[in-house]
C-alpha cells in the first residue's frame, strides 16, 4: 500500500485549497478512503470518508465546507476545501479505512493563517 498526498500550502482564512492522493498497490475503487489530518499539539483526527459505493462522510468541523471526492480510474482520492479556518491548519493525511484504523499516507501540510 502507497498512499502519496500532496496540495498541501499556506493560505489566508476563506481561501481554499484542493489536496491530492496518489493511491496503489491495493484495489482502490473498492476501499472506502478517508482523509484524517493532526493539528500542532493535537492527536490524529477523522475528516472525511468515501465508502466507494457513492455515500461520503465528514466530521462536524467541516461538514459543509469540504468535499472529498474520487477518481478510480486514476486510483487518486482528493479533498477540495473552502471557506478554510485557522483551526484547519495541520497536517492532512489520506488514509485506507474509515475512524483512524487503516493505513496513513505520510501526510501534506495545510496552515491557514488569520
Known amino acids: 500500500v502507497q498512499l502519496v498526498e500532496s496540495g498541501g500550502d499556506s493560505v489566508q482564512a476563506g481561501g481554499s485549497l484542493r489536496l491530492s492522493c496518489a493511491a496503489s498497490?491495493?484495489?482502490?475503487?473498492?476501499?472506502?478512503m478517508s482523509w484524517g489530518r493532526q493539528a500542532p499539539g493535537n492527536q490524529r483526527e477523522w475528516v472525511a470518508g468515501d465508502n466507494a459505493r457513492g455515500r461520503t462522510d465528514y466530521a462536524d468541523s467541516v461538514k459543509g465546507r469540504f468535499t472529498i471526492s474520487r477518481d478510480n480510474n486514476k486510483s487518486i482520492l482528493y479533498l477540495q476545501m473552502d471557506s478554510l479556518k485557522p483551526e484547519d491548519t495541520g497536517v492532512y493525511y489520506c488514509?485506507?479505512?474509515?475512524?483512524?484504523?487503516?493505513?496513513w499516507g505520510q501526510g501534506t501540510q495545510v496552515t491557514v493563517s488569520p
Open positions: 488514509k485506507t479505512g474509515s475512524g483512524l484504523s487503516g493505513r
Open positions: 498497490g491495493f484495489p482502490f475503487g473498492t476501499y472506502y
